[in-house]
């Protein structure tokens, strides 16, 4: 079985949902590390022992989203998941270490008990789950970037051009949902668009809607990149912007700031412009300060690695990061 790519995020939570066990490496272009990863993962994925396995790869760097979530901080990293569900990974470049948590993972899976049917009644609650996984919910053949049909496709254009906030779900990857939904809501046809819990209708629907502006009232809407900045540097009193975090700063002047925080004894934040390039471009512009890291209190900006020393050679460093001056 060949190695899967995978560059977003619908495309990966529905790999992953997968009954079998699924590997997944993060990875990036520019780390030496990560090509002859992906080559042991290519070797894996012919050999007949792993026939059940799936393999697949995600640049970590440009799902940021995703990588946050599974607290990616460095590259390569493997995690491994069964069900949708992390049950083991792998931190670094190591081969034999990967190689030995699948043998163990597999050898675990096979004195399992036989799954035993799945009741109507635990059916019906996966699809409440699922329909009330995010505000707006779009059930679709296909993702959100690469729909799989003209009306999905359409459906998609729609929604995006009212800048809705809505996650999607491919009913082309689960059979038992595509067909559980349609009786569940009593609902025939794909794809399906529910707010709140609730279902809006197909495509006809969510088009007679649009016309009379009900629906654009109706959806959440996707925070504007400003918005999302203030509420970012505003996360935390004392807001750290830098490659890499605390622990593994990726960068000589984020280790520098770091060594210099440490010494404060404060409690402090980070946040990794490597995995997210709308924060990492749009804070340039927002604060008019072009470099990183980035230091700020209480949502104002202090300056970067210099001004830091500065202060510090001052004695004013610990009253400035206290908000005291």
């Not at 990616?72 to 270490?97: C, H, I, Q, W, Y």
Request: aromatic content about 8%.
């Amino acid at each position: 079985m060949a190695v899967k790519t995978v560059s977003n995020k619908d495309e990966f939570e529905n790999k992953i949902t997968s009954p079998e066990l699924v590997v997944v490496h993060f990875w990036a272009h520019w780390a030496a590390q990560c090509g002859p990863m992906n080559e042991v993962l290519e070797e894996l994925a012919k050999q007949i022992e792993y026939k059940d396995v799936k393999f697949v790869k995600i640049p970590a760097e440009e799902v940021p989203e995703v990588s946050l979530k599974y607290k990616v901080s460095a590259v390569p990293t493997f995690v491994l998941f069964r069900k949708g569900n992390e049950v083991d990974r792998v931190d670094g470049a190591n081969a034999a270490e990967l190689t030995k948590k699948i043998n163990q993972r597999i050898a675990k899976d096979e004195f399992s008990p036989p799954p035993v049917a799945r009741p109507v009644e635990d059916l019906n609650s996966r699809l409440k789950k699922l329909i009330n996984a995010a505000p707006a919910m779009l059930f679709m053949k296909g993702s959100a970037q690469e729909p799989r049909c003209g009306f999905s496709k359409q459906i998609v254009a729609i929604l995006e051009e009212l800048s809705a906030e809505y996650k999607t779900f491919d009913i082309l990857n689960d059979e038992e949902v595509r067909q559980g939904l349609k009786t569940y809501s009593n609902w025939p046809t794909y794809p399906q668009l529910y707010i709140n819990g609730e279902l809006i209708g197909g495509l006809d629907i969510v088009k007679e809607m649009v016309a009379s502006g009900e629906l654009d009232k109706m959806l959440p809407k996707k925070a504007s990149l400003e918005e999302r900045l203030k509420a970012l540097i505003n996360r935390h009193h004392l807001m750290i912007f830098m490659k890499g975090n605390r622990d593994q700063p990726r960068c000589g002047f984020s280790r520098q700031l770091m060594e210099i925080l440490k010494e404060t004894n404060l409690q402090f934040d980070t946040f990794d412009i490597l995995g997210d390039e709308e924060v990492r471009q749009g804070l340039k512009t927002f604060s008019q300060w072009p470099t990183y890291p980035q230091v700020y209190v209480k949502g104002q900006l202090v300056g970067g690695l210099d001004i830091i020393k500065e202060l510090k050679e001052s004695g004013e460093l610990m009253s400035t990061l206290k908000g005291e001056s």
